[in-house]
C-alpha cells in the first residue's frame, strides 16, 4: 500500500492510458463511423452515439438539441450539442475539453474507407481521425485517467462535444455560452499534440452577388454584362494583396492576412450576356486587425470597382465573420503545464504559437476565458491528411496527447 502512494501519480496515470489504450482506439473507431459530414450537417445522431458509448463510464451526456428553425436558417440539418460535467470537490476551477464532430465531406481518391477508422501500420484512417474525433477520445480518456487515480481532486471537468465547428461554431460552443449552460475557468479545445495554440487568425467571408442585365451574345449591347464588372471586382481583390503582405503580426506562427476569391458562379450560356455573377471571398485577419474596420475596408474596394458601371447593382452579404483567439490572462497557465508534461511524455519543450487557421475556440476567448488547442494529431496539418484524403492519425500520437491532457487535468485539479 506505502508503495503504492509514493508512486508519482503521473506515471499512473500514463500506466493507465497505456493498459486501456486498445479501448480508447476501439472506441475512436467506433466515433469514426458515423458520418457527419457538414454541409449537408445532420450530426445529431452522432451525438446520439457518443452519450450512449459514455454512459458504459457512468457518465451521463446532457444533449442539448438546438431547435430546428436556427440549424435550418444556418443551413445545416441537426445539431445537438453534447455537455459531460464531471465536478469534484468545490474550491477548484472547471476545466472544459471540446472537440466538434461535424467534418468536411470526404471527397474522392480515398485508399481507405473515409468511414471505416481502418487501422494499418499504427495509423488510423478516416474523416474526422485527426480533426477532431480523434480528441473525443484523448479527452474521454484522460479524464478517465484523471478520475481511476483515486485521488481528491477540486473543481472540476467539462467534456463539450459540439458539432458545427466547419461553419464557425455559433451554434455549437457559441450556443452553449449563449444559453449560459457553461462558463468554465479554462478551455483545451482540439489541437495537435506538437505544439499548443495560443492565437488565430479572424475569417471573414463575404458573398458578393454581381446583378446587370442578360443579352443576346449576337447584340450584347442590349445587356449589362455582370461578368465583366465581376472582372473589375475580383482585379481589386488581387491587387490589394501585395499591400496586405506588408502587414505583420508580431505573433509567432501567424505572418500577414490574405484574401481570396474561393468560389464563382454565373451567367446562363455561352452565348447570352451573364446577367448575374456571385463571388464568394474570404479574408483572414491577423489578430492584431480591427475585424469592423476590415469588413468596412472591403467592402467599400469593392463597392469603389464597379461603382458608376450602368445597369450593374451589388448584393454584398456576410456569409461568417470568426474572431481572432488572442491570449488571455491564464491562457499561460495552461501553455505552461502542457509544456511541463508533452517534456515528460515527448521528450521535448512544444511550441506555443499562433495559426493562421481559425477555430471555434475563439467563441470561449470572446467570453474571457481563456483557451488553448491541444490534441491529438502530427506536427503539421500536411501530415494528417485533414480535410483531404486518407485522413490519418498515428496512434502514438494519440496515446501521448491523452497522457498529456491527464496530467494538465492532475496540475489544475489536485
Request: hydrophobic fraction near 40%; include cysteine; proline fraction near 7%.
Amino acid at each position: 500500500m506505502k508503495e503504492h502512494m509514493m508512486s508519482n501519480p503521473k506515471e499512473q496515470l500514463a500506466q493507465w492510458i497505456d493498459a486501456h489504450f486498445d479501448e480508447e482506439v476501439a472506441f475512436l473507431q467506433q466515433v469514426l463511423r458515423v458520418p457527419t459530414d457538414t454541409p449537408p450537417g445532420n450530426n445529431a445522431p452522432h451525438a446520439e452515439l457518443v452519450a450512449q458509448l459514455v454512459e458504459a463510464y457512468g457518465w451521463t451526456a446532457e444533449k442539448h438539441a438546438v431547435p430546428a428553425q436556427a440549424v435550418k436558417d444556418y443551413g445545416m440539418e441537426s445539431i445537438t450539442n453534447l455537455i459531460v460535467r464531471r465536478p469534484y470537490q468545490p474550491g477548484g476551477p472547471t476545466v472544459a475539453l471540446n472537440a466538434h464532430g461535424d467534418v468536411v465531406p470526404p471527397g474522392d481518391n480515398w485508399t481507405y474507407p473515409p468511414y471505416g477508422g481502418v487501422i494499418d501500420s499504427g495509423y488510423i484512417y478516416g474523416r474526422a481521425a485527426a480533426v477532431s474525433k480523434c480528441d473525443f477520445a484523448t479527452y474521454i480518456f484522460a479524464t478517465r485517467a484523471l478520475e481511476a487515480l483515486g485521488v481528491p481532486l477540486k473543481g472540476g471537468v467539462e467534456l463539450h462535444f459540439t458539432y458545427d465547428e466547419e461553419f464557425g461554431g455559433l451554434l455549437g460552443p457559441g450556443w452553449l455560452l449563449e444559453q449560459k449552460l457553461t462558463k468554465p475557468d479554462y478551455v483545451i479545445a482540439a489541437g495537435f499534440s506538437y505544439n499548443i495554440v495560443t492565437a488565430h487568425n479572424a475569417c471573414l467571408q463575404l458573398e458578393i452577388t454581381v446583378n446587370g442585365k442578360s443579352g443576346h451574345g449576337a447584340m450584347p449591347e442590349t445587356g449589362h454584362d455582370a461578368l465583366q464588372a465581376a472582372t473589375r471586382i475580383l482585379n481589386a481583390i488581387y491587387n490589394q494583396l501585395p499591400e496586405l503582405k506588408k502587414i505583420k503580426s508580431s505573433i509567432a506562427g501567424i505572418d500577414s492576412p490574405t484574401m481570396l476569391v474561393g468560389r464563382i458562379d454565373g451567367g446562363t450560356n455561352t452565348n447570352v450576356v451573364p446577367g448575374k455573377v456571385v463571388l464568394k471571398m474570404d479574408r483572414r485577419m491577423i489578430p492584431e486587425e480591427d475585424p469592423v474596420a476590415v469588413e468596412a475596408q472591403v467592402r467599400a474596394l469593392i463597392e469603389d470597382a464597379v461603382r458608376g458601371q450602368p445597369g450593374i447593382t451589388l448584393d454584398i452579404k456576410r456569409l461568417l465573420l470568426s474572431h481572432a483567439l488572442r491570449e488571455l490572462p491564464g491562457t499561460k497557465k495552461l501553455v505552461d503545464s502542457l509544456q511541463a508534461n508533452a517534456q515528460t511524455v515527448i521528450g521535448e519543450t512544444i511550441p506555443a504559437q499562433g495559426t493562421p487557421l481559425y477555430a471555434d475556440a475563439r467563441l470561449y476567448g470572446e467570453h474571457g476565458i481563456p483557451a488553448v488547442l491541444y490534441g491529438a494529431g502530427p506536427r503539421t496539418v500536411p501530415e494528417s491528411n485533414a480535410k483531404k484524403a486518407d485522413e490519418r492519425l498515428l496512434l502514438d500520437d494519440l496515446r501521448k496527447a491523452t497522457k498529456i491532457v491527464a496530467s494538465t487535468l492532475l496540475d489544475f485539479l489536485a
